[in-house]
C-alpha cells in the first residue's frame, strides 16, 4: 500500500512539473517580436489588403472595349393569301456588329498607372510598417527598462534589509538609539515603493505590447529579453544620409508618384485622340424587286469630329500635378535629412551623457554607499550621511537606467528615419 501511494505521488509531481512547464514561456528577443508582430498585426494586415486591391484595379484598368451586337427587323407584314395568313412576308432581317479601337495606347497607359499606383501603395505599406515598428520598438524598449528597474528596485530593498538587520543588531548592543532605528525604518517605505511602482510599470509595459502584437497571452506569462546597453559605434552621417536616401518608403513614395503623373499626363494627352469605331453588318430583304439584292453585306467606320477638345481640363490638371508632386518630392527629401540629423544628435548626446556614467559614476556611487554605511555602523558617520549615500546610489542608478533607455529610443528613432536597422 505504500509502494503504491509512493509511487501515485511521484507520479503527480511529474504531471505538475509539467503542468508548470506548458504555462511557462520563454522569452522573446527583438526579432522575435518583430516577426510576431509582422505576421499577426491587424493594421499591417489590412494594409496588405489594400496592395492587393490595387493590383485588382491593374486588371480592370487593362480591359478591352467590349463589341457590340444589334439584331434588327423591319418590314413585316400580315398577308391573307389565299385564305392562308403569311404573317412574315416580307420581314427584313438585319445583323450589326461593331468594335471600338483606342488609340494611341490608351489601354496600355492605363494599365501603367494602375501597376505605378500599385508600387505606391506598396511604398506607403512599407512607410506604415516602418512607423508601427518604431512604436513597436519603443514599447520594447519600455519594457526592457521596467524590467532593468524592477531588478534595481530588488536589489535595493534586499541590501536594505540587510543594513536593517545589522542595525537591529547594533540596537540591540546600544550602539545606536531607538530614534536612528525608527528612521532606518521609515526609509524602507521609499524602497518598497519603487518595488510596487516597478512591478505596475512592468505590467503596463508588457500590456502595451501584447496590444501591438494583437496577442492575448496573459501578462504574467509573457516575457521579452534583450540587451539593455549602449554602443559607442555608430556610422558617419554622411553615410547614415545617404542610406535613408535610398530606404525611406515615404521618399521612395513621392518619387513614384511624380513618375506616376507623368504617366496620368501622358494618359490624359491619349485620352483627347478620337477613337473610330469599326462597324460590318449583314442584310436580308426579301422585298426588294432584284432578286441578287436579298442578302447584302456592309462595314463602316465611324471617327468623332474634334471640333472641340473636351479633355483640355484634364491635359492641364495632371500637367500641374507633376510639378505638385515634384515639390512634395522636395519637402519629403528635407523632412528625411531633418529626421535623420534630428536623430543621429539625440543618440550623439545620449552616448556623451552615458559613457562617464559607465567609467565613473556608477562605481564611484557605489564606492560612497559602502563607504559611508561601513563607517555609520562603526560610529564615524552620522545617520545624515547614511542615508544620503543610499538616496544619491538609488539617483544615480535610476539616472543611468533612464539614460540607457532614451539611448535605445533615439537609436530607434533614427532607424525610423533612415527606414533600415543601422543601430541594432
Not at 524602497?191 to 509595459?205: H, N, P, V
Not at 494583437?214 to 504574467?220: I, K
Amino acid at each position: 500500500m505504500k509502494a503504491v501511494l509512493r509511487y501515485t505521488s511521484f507520479g503527480l509531481i511529474v504531471i505538475l512539473s509539467f503542468a508548470k512547464g506548458s504555462f511557462a514561456q520563454k522569452a522573446l528577443t527583438w526579432q522575435e517580436i518583430r516577426d510576431k508582430f509582422e505576421a499577426a498585426n491587424p493594421t499591417l494586415r489590412a494594409g496588405e489588403i489594400g496592395i492587393d486591391e490595387s493590383k485588382a484595379q491593374e486588371i480592370t484598368a487593362f480591359l478591352r472595349p467590349n463589341p457590340n451586337f444589334t439584331l434588327a427587323t423591319d418590314g413585316t407584314q400580315l398577308v391573307r393569301y389565299h385564305g392562308v395568313w403569311q404573317p412574315f412576308t416580307g420581314t427584313q432581317f438585319s445583323t450589326n456588329f461593331s468594335y471600338l479601337h483606342e488609340r494611341q495606347h490608351k489601354r496600355e497607359l492605363r494599365l501603367e498607372s494602375a501597376q505605378k499606383a500599385t508600387g505606391i501603395t506598396t511604398s506607403g505599406q512599407a512607410d506604415l510598417e516602418r512607423n508601427l515598428v518604431f512604436s513597436l520598438r519603443m514599447a520594447f524598449v519600455q519594457t526592457l527598462q521596467e524590467k532593468a528597474v524592477l531588478e534595481l528596485a530588488k536589489e535595493n530593498l534586499a541590501y536594505y534589509d540587510h543594513v536593517l538587520d545589522v542595525n537591529r543588531e547594533r540596537f540591540k548592543a546600544g550602539a545606536i538609539a531607538q530614534v536612528d532605528l525608527d528612521r532606518l525604518e521609515l526609509q524602507r517605505v521609499q524602497y518598497e515603493s519603487d518595488l510596487q511602482i516597478a512591478e505596475e510599470s512592468l505590467e503596463t509595459a508588457k500590456i502595451v505590447l501584447l496590444m501591438l502584437l494583437n496577442d492575448r497571452t496573459p501578462v504574467a506569462q509573457f516575457d521579452v529579453t534583450g540587451p539593455f546597453d549602449f554602443s559607442t559605434q555608430i556610422a558617419p552621417l554622411d553615410d547614415i544620409r545617404q542610406t535613408a536616401l535610398e530606404a525611406r518608403p515615404d521618399l521612395k513614395a513621392a518619387l513614384q508618384s511624380v513618375d506616376k503623373a507623368k504617366t496620368d499626363h501622358r494618359l490624359a494627352m491619349a485620352n483627347g485622340s478620337t477613337d473610330p469605331t469599326f462597324a460590318v453588318w449583314y442584310t436580308y430583304n426579301p422585298s426588294f424587286n432584284n432578286p441578287n439584292d436579298h442578302q447584302t453585306i456592309g462595314a463602316s467606320i465611324s471617327i468623332p469630329l474634334r471640333i472641340f477638345d473636351r479633355n483640355q481640363g484634364e491635359k492641364k490638371r495632371t500637367e500641374l500635378d507633376i510639378d505638385r508632386n515634384e515639390k512634395l518630392m522636395e519637402a519629403t527629401r528635407a523632412q528625411v535629412f531633418s529626421d535623420v540629423d534630428s536623430a543621429y544628435a539625440t543618440v550623439t548626446s545620449a552616448v556623451i551623457l552615458l559613457q562617464p556614467y559607465k567609467s565613473r559614476y556608477l562605481q564611484q556611487a557605489l564606492r560612497v554607499r559602502d563607504t559611508i554605511a561601513f563607517s555609520y555602523e562603526h560610529g564615524a558617520a552620522s545617520l545624515l550621511d547614511f542615508l544620503n549615500a543610499q538616496a544619491d546610489y538609488r539617483s544615480v542608478q535610476v539616472n543611468y537606467l533612464n539614460l540607457i533607455a532614451s539611448y535605445l529610443n533615439a537609436a530607434g528613432q533614427l532607424n525610423q528615419a533612415v527606414g533600415r536597422e543601422v543601430i541594432q
